[in-house]
């Protein structure tokens, strides 16, 4: 007998049915994509805006925060120019405009959230390990989270 013509049973802890999940499948891959492009957008305006520190006026109070109109524009520009030239040369990752728009595109986020990613790795790390070897660790898995928004927006947005 096949295990095509067994009749599937519903395990008796689950919650979800897997085809529920395959049916909002498409939905969630475009939403974390767009969710990691935001993140690149947020993360060029507030490198261009001097960083969290200058954004939030060091008391991380959302009601007084404060972006410069220019710094708005230009890293709202400067991010839409990378991921245009991104997208546009995903099939050629290392051409110099592919790997140009992904440098600055990740140097800019890594500007803006290397305080937000360094500072939780490195404390977790500290004292398990030496704190060289820790502040390395840190600054490449700060580095790997800024590439994966980066470059994950192109898998999942663009055919």
Not at 7 to 28: D, H, L, M, N, Y
Request: a neutral charge; charged letters at 10%.
């Amino acid at each position: 007998m096949s295990h095509a013509s067994v009749p599937q049973q519903r395990k008796a802890s689950a919650v979800f049915s897997g085809e529920t999940f395959e049916a909002f499948q498409p939905w969630i891959e475009r939403t974390v994509g767009a969710v990691l492009l935001l993140t690149s957008f947020v993360g060029s305006v507030v490198a261009f805006n001097g960083g969290w520190e200058a954004t939030f006026h060091r008391s991380w109070d959302l009601q007084r925060w404060t972006i410069a109109p220019l710094a708005l524009v230009v890293g709202l520009a400067v991010q839409l120019v990378c991921t245009l030239v991104e997208w546009a040369y995903r099939r050629r990752r290392l051409s110099w405009q592919y790997l140009l728009a992904l440098l600055v595109d990740s140097g800019a986020t890594l500007f803006a959230f290397l305080p937000v990613l360094y500072a939780p790795i490195f404390g977790s790390l500290a004292g398990v390990v030496p704190p060289l070897l820790a502040m390395g660790v840190a600054y490449l898995v700060s580095l790997a989270v800024v590439l994966v928004a980066a470059i994950m927006p192109e898998h999942i947005l663009v055919e």
